[in-house]
């Protein structure tokens, strides 16, 4: 059973836009929401965390928004720049320990 | 640069290889994590090692062996693999639990790129 759901599989956005990718999960011992860029060649690198106890999250040009009720989260990336363009992994974890449950990624391309 | 190495990068082996990845982390962690990542699947937790404990191994298969001689370093040890375990293996350390305690943040390896024809 998969833990974190993530939408879109892959996204285009011109240079400039927003993009927005979301995730949704079910288990409500989740408590803490990292997303994970991840560049060809490389591994996943943590971009930015949330804990549930706030609803945004903002760092330069990255924003996690977090609803707990409807349990989903999502990452925008304001202004998308071509070098923006990578795979896209969110996660969610109890909070304490190192078990993290990801999702299945988004490609994200951002075209000059 | 992670802090944390894979060799090799990329690895092409026939089902009746023998063969072994390594990881090495500079980060003075604790814990340490084998990875299998495939195409369209979340990343999927293999093994983890705690203070070089084996603390968990999820259902995978026999012919996947784990080593972790001290908190540096961690081998997959690959024998009589089938088509379908061709995947990017990934490698990632942290400062390891029940010490430190609240989230334990895994910083990844760039993997392997494995192939088995």
């Known amino acids: 059973q998969q833990q974190v759901k993530q939408s879109p599989q892959s996204l285009i956005v011109q240079k400039g836009g927003i993009s927005i990718i979301n995730c949704a999960y079910e288990?409500?011992?989740?408590?803490?929401f990292p997303w994970y860029q991840q560049f060809p060649g490389k591994g996943p690198a943590l971009l930015i965390a949330?804990?549930?106890?706030?609803s945004e999250k903002k760092e330069g040009r990255f924003t996690i928004s977090f609803n707990k009720s409807a349990k989903q989260f999502s990452l925008h990336i304001m202004d998308s720049q071509p070098g923006d363009s990578a795979t896209y992994f969110c996660?969610?974890?109890?909070?304490?320990?190192?078990?993290?449950?990801f999702g299945t990624g988004t490609s994200l391309t951002v075209i000059p | 640069e992670t802090g944390v190495t894979q060799t090799p990068r990329h690895l092409v082996m026939g089902m009746t290889n023998k063969k072994s990845l390594k990881c090495e982390q500079h980060?003075?962690?604790?814990?340490m994590y084998w990875y299998k990542q495939s195409a369209k699947k979340p990343l999927e937790l293999m093994f983890v090692?705690?203070?070089?404990?084996?603390?968990e191994n999820n259902s995978v298969p026999s012919r996947f062996s784990p080593e972790c001689p001290n908190s540096s370093h961690l081998f997959l040890h690959l024998h009589t693999l089938q088509p379908e375990d061709s995947a990017l293996y990934l490698c990632?350390?942290?400062?390891?639990?029940?010490?430190?305690?609240?989230?334990?943040?895994?910083?990844f390896g760039p993997g392997t790129r494995l192939t088995v024809t």
């Open positions: 990632a350390s942290s400062q390891g639990t029940p010490r430190s305690g609240g989230i334990d943040e895994q910083y």
């Open positions: 288990n409500t011992a989740f408590d803490y």
């Open positions: 949330i804990r549930p106890d706030v």
């Open positions: 996660a969610a974890s109890p909070g304490t320990g190192n078990q993290f449950y």
């Open positions: 980060l003075g962690h604790n814990a």
């Open positions: 090692y705690n203070f070089k404990e084996q603390t």
